[in-house]
């Protein structure tokens, strides 16, 4: 395995853009635990594949690449993603970061060859609410545990958004651009309990700005698996996320109109 490719695997592993596992209504409903403050963190891998278009300075070019044509066709394999939360009460509070340095070499636009580039940060922020619980069936032991749970959260916040684009024809012409923006979201989460240690989680979100060339949403699907990590509280988390974006400037000279997709594999820990 080359260097770039292992830090490709490395960064990715570091983390990802979604709000961690609530805590266990066991653990809420503690005495005094609304006074208390909990953090949560949430590494991630994230192995997405890009669809959509691009156009840089007028020019525009098709991406439909899985992750294993991103990562087989290119030398740039560079990521890295993180995720925390700190609650108090019902009353929370979220960051995250997603950066991206990605490329698809040798895409074909008729009988030209493509080199399309993106270095993408994407910059999450917000408050959450806890909404509400909502307990069903009987304890999930068979005898004197928990009821099942079905827990809510409301998120809103903001998404930045930083990509540094770059598009060749090969042999032809160069073109580069660089764009930021920020859109205001709105989202939920839907925790619901499955087993003791079983749960499922949806979590989506959408934002835009007053025009209508902005324009951006998020879900994701998770499973998770309860466990004891050195004396806190984790889960074992596998899923599907997709995050999409559609925005242009400079009167369309320039446009990001894509989607990021693909499966997830991580961990959330509690402290």
């Known amino acids: 395995m080359t260097n770039s490719k292992l830090s490709w695997m490395i960064g990715l592993a570091l983390a990802s853009l979604i709000p961690a596992v609530p805590a266990r209504a066991a653990d809420a409903d503690a005495p005094g635990s609304e006074n208390q403050w909990r953090f949560v963190a949430t590494p991630y891998i994230w192995l997405p594949g890009i669809y959509g278009q691009t156009t840089i300075r007028g020019l525009t070019a098709k991406v439909d690449a899985s992750f294993s044509d991103l990562y087989n066709h290119t030398d740039t394999h560079i990521g890295f993603m993180g995720e925390a939360e700190a609650w108090k009460g019902d009353f929370g509070g979220f960051i995250n970061i997603n950066y991206f340095d990605l490329e698809k070499n040798n895409a074909q636009a008729g009988p030209l060859t493509l080199n399309v580039g993106a270095k993408t940060l994407v910059f999450g922020f917000g408050l959450a609410y806890h909404v509400g619980d909502w307990y069903f ?23 930045y958004t930083n990509v540094n684009g770059s598009l060749t024809i090969v042999g032809l012409t160069d073109r580069s651009e660089d764009q930021d ?8 989460r839907v925790t619901v309990d499955l087993t003791e240690r079983i749960n499922a989680i949806i979590q989506a979100d959408v934002g835009s700005t007053s025009s209508s060339n902005d324009f951006t949403w998020s879900a994701t699907g998770l499973v998770g698996y309860r466990f004891d ?39 959330s820990v509690q402290f």
């Open 137 to 159: 069936g009987g304890p999930m032991d068979g005898g004197a545990g928990r009821t099942r749970r079905i827990r809510l959260d409301a998120t809103a916040g903001g998404r």
């Open 229 to 267: 990590f050195f004396g806190l509280e984790a889960h074992a988390l596998a899923g599907y996320r997709a995050l999409a974006q559609n925005y242009s400037a400079n009167g369309g000279q320039f446009r990001w109109n894509n989607t990021m997709r693909g499966p997830i594999l991580g961990m």
């Open 181 to 188: 923006w920020i859109d205001p979201v709105i989202g939920g």
